[in-house]
């Protein structure tokens, strides 16, 4: 996980591809 | 960024699943060279992985919306995204360049033929996405398809180390049903149509295979820039 930290990130954020 | 659009129904199918893909669509993006470097091969790499690093950040946005996708257990939606994630970005290119001879259009304002791609020394990447293009393009790819295509392709990412293989296999199993329903109720007179589509998916697999090796030996060159979540999947691979 350490080591995809952006992917993982990204996928936990609740809102979707506004949230940038 | 705004997100949310509506697409004209194009026709009486109502697919809800369909439906939702296409509200999900990312809103395009746009390649913006850099004006300040000179026009080589580093600069329309460096072009190509930008724009790709965006689109990423957009597709992962999109993979949430997929019916049960975020109901997979993080590991899973990673591997998911690990495994298909190539297939995703070549396929909206191959969309978006159906309209386009021979050119693949990475952005509205980003447009290679083959001259440029050998100069970017990705001539044979080139030719292989332009065979999915010339396929899709000789089908009458529609915009319904394509969405639905592309939410297959992360559904049957083939990772070895999926948890929970049962929730993936949901998730494919929805997504190919509606792929089936739309076909049944928009082609019926062409009952093979859902099945051809789905056997498009090896050449897509095999030239973004080709595409994440060209990427990688770009990447162990050292001389392309390229930004955090792109080399994140990168390595996946």
Same mark, same amino acid.
Request: overall charge neutral; some cysteine.
């Given at each position: 996980k350490e080591k995809h930290k952006i992917l993982h990130r990204l996928l936990q954020n609740s809102t979707s591809p506004v949230d940038l | 960024l705004p997100h949310k659009k509506t697409y004209p129904c194009?026709? *009486?199918? &109502? *697919?809800?699943?369909?439906s939702h893909l296409l509200e999900a669509e990312p &809103?395009?993006?746009y390649a913006m060279p850099d004006p300040a470097l000179p026009d080589d091969d580093i600069k329309a790499l460096t072009t190509l992985c930008d724009l790709a690093d965006r689109e990423l950040v957009l597709n992962i946005g999109w993979a949430k919306h997929l019916p049960g996708f975020s109901s997979l257990r993080l590991a899973d939606q990673m591997r998911l995204l690990q495994g298909a994630w190539m297939e995703v970005l070549l396929l909206r290119v191959v969309f978006r360049s159906l309209g386009a001879q021979d050119r693949l259009v990475f952005a509205e304002d980003y447009v290679m033929d083959a001259a440029q791609a050998r100069l970017a020394g990705l001539p044979d990447l080139h030719a292989g996405v332009l065979q999915l293009v010339r396929k899709y393009r000789a089908m009458g790819l529609e915009m319904e398809e394509f969405v639905t295509l592309? /939410?297959? /392709?992360l559904a049957n990412a083939d990772s070895m180390h999926i948890e929970d293989a049962e929730a993936v296999q949901k998730l494919q199993d929805c997504v190919h049903e509606a792929l089936q329903d739309y076909e049944r109720a928009r082609h019926p007179g062409d009952p093979r149509r859902a099945g051809r589509l789905i056997m498009t998916l090896p050449l897509l697999?095999?030239?973004?295979t080709m595409a994440v090796r060209s990427f990688c030996s770009i990447r162990q060159d050292g001389r392309v820039p390229m930004h955090k979540l792109f080399l994140e999947l990168l390595e996946a691979n």
């Amino acid at each position: 996980k350490e080591k995809h930290k952006i992917l993982h990130r990204l996928l936990q954020n609740s809102t979707s591809p506004v949230d940038l | 960024l705004p997100h949310k659009k509506t697409y004209p129904c194009r026709t *009486n199918v &109502e *697919n809800k699943v369909v439906s939702h893909l296409l509200e999900a669509e990312p &809103e395009k993006v746009y390649a913006m060279p850099d004006p300040a470097l000179p026009d080589d091969d580093i600069k329309a790499l460096t072009t190509l992985c930008d724009l790709a690093d965006r689109e990423l950040v957009l597709n992962i946005g999109w993979a949430k919306h997929l019916p049960g996708f975020s109901s997979l257990r993080l590991a899973d939606q990673m591997r998911l995204l690990q495994g298909a994630w190539m297939e995703v970005l070549l396929l909206r290119v191959v969309f978006r360049s159906l309209g386009a001879q021979d050119r693949l259009v990475f952005a509205e304002d980003y447009v290679m033929d083959a001259a440029q791609a050998r100069l970017a020394g990705l001539p044979d990447l080139h030719a292989g996405v332009l065979q999915l293009v010339r396929k899709y393009r000789a089908m009458g790819l529609e915009m319904e398809e394509f969405v639905t295509l592309k /939410a297959i /392709a992360l559904a049957n990412a083939d990772s070895m180390h999926i948890e929970d293989a049962e929730a993936v296999q949901k998730l494919q199993d929805c997504v190919h049903e509606a792929l089936q329903d739309y076909e049944r109720a928009r082609h019926p007179g062409d009952p093979r149509r859902a099945g051809r589509l789905i056997m498009t998916l090896p050449l897509l697999r095999q030239t973004a295979t080709m595409a994440v090796r060209s990427f990688c030996s770009i990447r162990q060159d050292g001389r392309v820039p390229m930004h955090k979540l792109f080399l994140e999947l990168l390595e996946a691979n």
